[in-house]
């Protein structure tokens, strides 16, 4: 056999084992997805709520909005991402539905989460957090002042900025990627500062992979957290998780799901030992996002004290998942059982096509429960009439 003849059955051999190896990671990569949340319709939908519950548009035409939260004097406040601004949704009315869109700051990147703490919003945005002030009262941002600004964005790029009850101010970051060693320590953990001036940074608790949603459990103190886990491990692991956020504790990630999971490519034998097992585990790939303790007295007993979490579902399952609101039973900040469905009908179990995707939620003064919907561009108000 000359030479060229030997080149081209050794090329043609390579052809062959590459066009093999695409095959294989194709249809791995096939069965573990679904495209129902990038092909999210953004149309209204008939949420579906249990008996007594009632649901209707507060708001409508925002961009992506992500986080809310309700300002000392009651307006609703939202991270408009896709605008890239800060609005108040004014209900001076009392009807239930946003009297005007009024827009508080604006040329803001990608804003994510907010929180207001001594007169000022604490805004998350990908590379760190914004702090805003109306100083004149007039309803908009006058004075706006960068706290961080060297947060590295890539990977997972939502921050989420919260304030624990001893006046620190925290900051959720989370990895760079589905699941490395991060060169960056403050990559897949939630980083603390000594006030809102944003001193003496240091790492709170580490090993969460994104730990997008953060609120402060209001009897307790204690800060807790949505956890997403890694993908590409199946259908069904690992579970996405709750975790009570402990100063000083590792979560795993990423040689260790859930306390108690190996990592099939960084794990090692031992690898969870001395892990925090979660609160609570969930379905794999639901992407919490949101969640809000109930302690108002406008929904029947049973749900008061509770835990709403946002589901915003995942492309990392064959079969699509998430995208509703889930509740988790409380007594005494202790989970009584498993979550279950509260606001359901984004996704159309039967055709698997998503109209929308659960992102914030928060509890207004009028004992409604407020929750964004970033695919849509709508806040939906739920509340309860026993007739």
């Keep these: 056999m000359n030479n060229r003849n030997l080149w081209r059955w050794l090329l043609a051999a390579i052809a062959l084992v590459v066009i093999v190896g695409l ?32 649901v209707e548009i507060f708001a409508r035409d925002l961009n992506g909005p992500r986080f809310i939260a309700f300002s000392p004097d009651g307006v609703l406040y939202v991270a408009d991402r896709g605008n890239k601004r800060i609005v108040a949704l004014p209900d001076e009315d009392s009807d239930g539905q946003a009297d005007s869109v009024r827009v508080f ?23 760190g ?3 805003l002030q109306d ?18 964005t890539n990977g997972h790029s939502t921050r989420t900025v919260i304030f624990l009850p001893d006046g620190r101010m925290a ?6 990627c589905n699941v490395c060693e991060e060169a960056d320590p403050r990559r897949a953990a939630v980083v603390i500062y000594e006030g809102p001036q944003a001193t003496g940074e240091r790492i709170f608790a580490s090993g969460l992979r994104n730990a997008v949603g953060l609120a402060i459990h209001p009897e307790t103190g204690e800060l807790w957290a949505t956890n997403n886990g890694r993908d590409m491990m199946g259908d069904d692991l690992p579970p996405e998780t709750i975790e009570i956020v402990r100063e000083g504790e590792d979560y795993g990630w990423p040689r260790c799901h859930s306390g108690r999971i190996e990592d099939p490519d960084l794990g090692y034998p031992g690898s969870c ?6 609160l609570v585990e969930m379905q794999a790939h639901s992407a919490p996002l949101g969640l809000a303790f109930y302690m108002e007295d406008a929904f029947p007993s049973e749900y008061q004290d509770d835990l709403f979490i946002a589901f915003h579902g995942s492309w990392n399952r064959s079969v699509p998942t998430g995208y509703k609101i889930v509740r988790l039973p409380l007594d005494d900040g202790i989970p009584t059982g498993p979550v279950e469905d509260f606001a359901t009908g984004w996704l159309d179990e039967e055709t698997g096509q998503v109209s929308g995707r659960p992102v914030g939620l928060a509890v207004g003064p009028d004992g409604a429960l407020y929750a964004s919907d970033d695919a849509g561009g709508f ?3 739920i509340t309860y009439d026993s007739d």
């Design 273 to 278: 030992e001395g892990v925090n097992s979660p």
């Design 23 to 54: 095959t294989y990671l194709f249809m791995t990569f096939r069965r573990q997805v679904n495209l129902a949340g990038i092909n999210a319709s953004g149309e209204t939908t008939p949420v579906q709520l249990p008996p007594g519950f009632q």
């Design 171 to 176: 900051v959720s970051v989370g990895s760079s």
């Design 379 to 381: 806040i939906y108000r």
């Design 105 to 127: 700051a604006d040329d803001i990147e990608s804003p994510h989460s907010l929180v207001f703490h001594e007169n000022a919003l604490f805004v998350g945005v990908p590379s």
């Design 135 to 152: 100083r004149d009262g007039d309803g908009i941002s006058d004075e706006r002042e960068i706290l961080i600004d060297d947060y590295p």
């Design 129 to 131: 957090v914004i702090r």
